[in-house]
């Protein structure tokens, strides 16, 4: 049963990809877009142009974010046994934004739009790994979860209050740039970029894969889950490692989007009635993506040329998500 | 034998030493119950003794082998552990979390084999949770919810089982009941069984031995000698004793008590707990001679090796 509902977000996951490739400001046939995407000699080169220059970086830019998103955000609520704790928990988007401002705010006009590209994807791994680091050696002198989750929001406001200077002395077309880039999208991606993504998302999701059954016992708390075997030190510093680079580096690519994190855990519980990372796993990473296809493709908005922010769609999803999660907790 | 021990323990946390040079045993087949006024580090020194907490000097044995040279496994395969902190997933269906007892006998995966599936049915049969097991931990009472970690615990098939203040937040029917369960797990399965308790008067009927944190340090023995040295009030400061119910058991014999006063009682109720009768035309005599007790021609210096005697062990 259960399996099968996997089965069915995972095929929700192909029909999403095949509508951002065949619907958006033109649509293409299912038979032009299949000879498009084989390289067949009759196919139209617009087709071929607007498929693998446009549509699909973006479509595996939202399958990837989608997908790390998720687990992130799964690790880290299991970790900090918080339910509203999410992959930014930690301060990375914070840092990762700081790398962004100093780049853009501070780089005198050189760098003012996203086409910036692998130079603001750098500074924002750059940010987003200073925070990580300091947070991982933290973690290894710090007895308890939640002061560490204390620490990194710690982080993320110190790396916040240095972005409000900035932007406080930047000039207003530096600042556009900046907020461009908090509005989050998958459409900035290149063949260089999404390869940089994938190489450091895809470790990560198969490293958390293997920790369905420590993440199991830990459901219980870290004492609990050291008294069933679990080396708890050392899963740690795994969640920790995992979750801070998926959530890095699609923050360094795509924007700080953080809905995903925090709302794809709590669907896929109350979707699935369980709390088994064996099921939940690969659940968040198809309905990740899922999530994410959608919004990229609500956001191009099929018909029209424009586009609008990736967050403010997940948003309008994920705000009511979390408002249901807290109201049926509430006693 | 010992399966649990500590050698010239000193415990406590972040480097300040809350006691030391404490000697705990903890054998199979026994239920202790560990008791001292709050503050005292009852928490403290269970939490060393399961290896939660490293000890500040000494060393913890678990079935002979050092405990900080044991793999987090190996450990979880002597000793199971039930804490107080509640989990925090009310989406955990009960026989999932019962399941994660066996995650020191599984796999990578944890796949559960048919083994595993008859321990974890056992487990909730023996807890009697086993009409819960389709509930999720949101659905459950503090009781149920208590049982159910017993149940988890019990899963993992552990030689040693320790709780730290399994009756609390319970009404008494529930304490009784958890009580019982954890005295029959320690005399039908010779499990070693160490709980922490603010509840004396139970702790006092229920317990073959009593281990006391206190002032003077840790003092262990039957609870009727801790009780008739004093040592007892001493730990708590005031009086804290009630009368003993007789229980309907199986009689492993019969004798007379030729002794007075306060020693009287706690004699009768040490033969009470042996589940020996006590009858005035019995031809078998306890005495006291010169501070020991006599039964018969046999010397016992304390209650406790009585008890054991009556028992036949």
Same mark, same amino acid.
């Given at each position: 049963?259960?399996?099968?509902?996997?089965?069915?977000?995972?095929?929700?996951?192909?029909?999403?990809?095949?509508?951002?490739?065949?619907?958006?400001?033109?649509?293409?046939?299912?038979?032009?877009?299949?000879?498009?995407?084989?390289?067949?000699?009759?196919?139209?080169?617009?087709?071929?142009?607007?498929?693998?220059?446009?549509?699909?970086?973006?479509?595996?830019?939202?399958?990837?974010?989608?997908?790390?998103?998720?687990?992130?955000?799964?690790?880290?609520?299991?970790?900090?046994?918080?339910?509203?704790?999410?992959?930014?928990?930690?301060?990375?988007?914070?840092?990762?934004?700081?790398?962004?401002?100093?780049?853009?705010?501070?780089?005198?006009?050189?760098?003012?739009? #996203?086409?910036?590209?692998?130079?603001?994807?750098?500074?924002?791994?750059?940010?987003?790994?200073?925070?990580?680091?300091?947070?991982?050696?933290?973690?290894?002198?710090?007895?308890?979860?939640?002061?560490?989750?204390?620490?990194?929001?710690?982080?993320?406001?110190?790396?916040?209050?240095?972005?409000?200077? #900035?932007?406080?002395?930047?000039?207003?077309?530096?600042?556009?740039?900046?907020?461009?880039?908090?509005?989050?999208?998958?459409?900035?991606?290149?063949?260089?970029?999404?390869?940089?993504?994938?190489?450091?998302?895809?470790?990560? #999701?198969?490293?958390?894969?293997?920790?369905?059954?420590?993440?199991?016992?830990?459901?219980?708390?870290?004492?609990?889950?050291?008294?069933?075997?679990?080396?708890?030190?050392?899963?740690?510093?795994?969640?920790?490692?995992?979750?801070?680079?998926?959530?890095?580096? /699609?923050?360094?690519?795509?924007?700080?989007?953080?809905?995903?994190?925090?709302?794809?855990?709590?669907?896929?519980?109350?979707?699935?009635?369980?709390?088994?990372?064996?099921?939940?796993?690969?659940?968040?990473?198809?309905?990740?993506?899922?999530?994410?296809?959608?919004?990229?493709?609500?956001?191009?908005?099929?018909?029209?040329?424009?586009?609008?922010?990736?967050?403010?769609?997940?948003?309008?999803?994920?705000?009511? /998500?979390?408002?249901?999660?807290?109201?049926?907790?509430?006693? | 034998?010992?399966?649990?021990? +500590?050698?010239?323990?000193?415990?406590?946390?972040?480097?300040?030493?809350?006691?030391?040079?404490?000697?705990?045993?903890?054998?199979?087949?026994?239920?202790?119950?560990?008791?001292?006024?709050?503050?005292?580090?009852?928490?403290?020194?269970?939490?060393?003794?399961?290896?939660?907490?490293?000890?500040?000097?000494?060393?913890?044995?678990?079935?002979?082998?050092?405990?900080?040279?044991?793999?987090?496994?190996?450990?979880?395969?002597?000793?199971?552990?039930?804490?107080?902190?509640?989990?925090?997933?009310?989406?955990?269906?009960?026989?999932?979390?019962?399941?994660?007892?066996?995650?020191?006998?599984?796999?990578?995966?944890?796949?559960?084999?048919?083994?595993?599936?008859?321990?974890?049915?056992?487990?909730?049969?023996?807890?009697?949770?086993?009409?819960?097991?389709?509930?999720?931990?949101?659905?459950?009472?503090?009781?149920?919810?208590?049982?159910?970690?017993?149940?988890?615990?019990?899963?993992?098939?552990?030689?040693?089982?320790?709780?730290?203040?399994?009756?609390?937040?319970?009404?008494? *029917?529930?304490?009784?009941?958890?009580?019982?369960?954890?005295?029959?797990?320690?005399?039908?399965?010779?499990?070693?069984?160490?709980?922490?308790?603010?509840?004396?008067?139970?702790?006092?009927?229920?317990?073959?031995?009593?281990?006391?944190?206190? *002032?003077?340090?840790?003092?262990?023995?039957?609870?009727?000698?801790?009780?008739?040295? +004093?040592?007892?009030?001493?730990?708590?400061?005031?009086?804290?004793?009630?009368?003993?119910?007789?229980?309907?058991?199986?009689?492993?014999?019969?004798?007379?008590?030729?002794?007075?006063?306060?020693?009287?009682?706690?004699?009768?109720?040490?033969?009470?707990?042996?589940?020996?009768?006590?009858?005035?035309?019995?031809?078998?005599?306890?005495?006291?001679?010169?501070?020991?007790?006599?039964?018969?021609?046999?010397?016992?210096?304390?209650?406790? *090796?009585?008890?054991?005697?009556?028992? +036949?062990?």
């Amino acid at each position: 049963m259960k399996g099968l509902m996997i089965a069915a977000l995972a095929l929700l996951t192909a029909l999403l990809v095949f509508a951002l490739l065949a619907w958006g400001s033109v649509s293409i046939s299912a038979g032009d877009l299949w000879r498009a995407l084989i390289g067949s000699s009759e196919a139209q080169e617009v087709h071929r142009r607007i498929l693998y220059d446009l549509r699909l970086p973006k479509a595996l830019a939202a399958l990837v974010a989608g997908a790390s998103l998720a687990v992130a955000g799964l690790l880290m609520q299991t970790l900090f046994g918080n339910p509203l704790a999410g992959p930014y928990v930690l301060g990375i988007n914070s840092g990762a934004g700081l790398g962004v401002a100093l780049l853009v705010l501070a780089s005198g006009g050189l760098v003012t739009s #996203l086409g910036g590209g692998l130079a603001l994807a750098a500074a924002a791994i750059g940010g987003a790994g200073l925070v990580l680091v300091m947070v991982v050696l933290l973690a290894e002198r710090v007895q308890s979860a939640v002061t560490l989750l204390i620490l990194g929001l710690m982080f993320g406001a110190m790396a916040n209050g240095v972005v409000s200077i #900035l932007i406080y002395f930047a000039q207003p077309d530096q600042i556009q740039a900046f907020l461009l880039w908090t509005f989050g999208s998958f459409r900035a991606l290149g063949t260089q970029q999404l390869a940089i993504l994938s190489a450091i998302c895809l470790p990560a #999701l198969a490293l958390a894969l293997l920790l369905p059954k420590p993440l199991n016992a830990l459901l219980l708390g870290e004492e609990y889950a050291a008294s069933m075997g679990v080396e708890v030190k050392q899963l740690r510093r795994r969640l920790l490692w995992a979750a801070s680079l998926l959530a890095g580096a /699609v923050t360094a690519f795509c924007g700080p989007i953080a809905f995903l994190g925090i709302a794809v855990p709590h669907l896929c519980r109350f979707l699935f009635k369980t709390a088994d990372h064996r099921i939940l796993l690969p659940a968040c990473i198809f309905l990740g993506a899922d999530m994410a296809l959608a919004a990229e493709w609500v956001a191009g908005m099929p018909g029209s040329s424009s586009a609008l922010p990736i967050n403010a769609i997940l948003a309008l999803v994920g705000a009511p /998500v979390v408002f249901w999660v807290v109201l049926r907790r509430a006693p | 034998m010992n399966l649990l021990c +500590g050698e010239n323990l000193s415990i406590g946390y972040k480097g300040r030493t809350l006691t030391s040079g404490l000697n705990p045993q903890l054998r199979a087949g026994e239920l202790v119950c560990l008791l001292g006024p709050n503050g005292a580090g009852k928490t403290t020194l269970l939490k060393t003794l399961a290896g939660l907490l490293p000890p500040l000097g000494g060393k913890v044995l678990l079935k002979g082998q050092e405990m900080h040279q044991l793999s987090a496994q190996a450990r979880a395969r002597l000793l199971s552990l039930v804490l107080t902190e509640r989990p925090r997933a009310p989406l955990f269906p009960v026989e999932e979390l019962v399941a994660l007892g066996r995650q020191p006998h599984t796999g990578a995966r944890g796949t559960l084999s048919a083994a595993d599936q008859g321990a974890i049915e056992q487990a909730m049969v023996r807890a009697g949770v086993l009409d819960l097991r389709m509930r999720h931990l949101g659905q459950l009472s503090d009781g149920q919810l208590q049982r159910v970690m017993i149940a988890r615990a019990l899963a993992q098939e552990t030689p040693v089982l320790a709780l730290d203040e399994p009756t609390a937040f319970l009404d008494l *029917p529930h304490r009784l009941s958890t009580l019982r369960l954890l005295r029959q797990l320690a005399q039908a399965e010779g499990k070693a069984v160490l709980l922490s308790t603010h509840e004396l008067d139970l702790a006092l009927r229920l317990a073959d031995r009593l281990w006391l944190l206190g *002032p003077e340090g840790l003092l262990q023995g039957a609870p009727e000698d801790l009780a008739l040295s +004093g040592a007892l009030e001493r730990a708590f400061g005031a009086p804290v004793l009630d009368p003993l119910s007789e229980e309907s058991s199986p009689a492993g014999g019969q004798l007379r008590i030729e002794v007075e006063g306060a020693a009287k009682r706690w004699a009768e109720q040490a033969v009470l707990r042996a589940h020996w009768r006590i009858d005035d035309q019995a031809t078998l005599v306890l005495r006291q001679e010169a501070g020991a007790w006599v039964l018969g021609e046999r010397r016992f210096e304390l209650l406790g *090796p009585l008890v054991d005697h009556l028992r +036949g062990r």
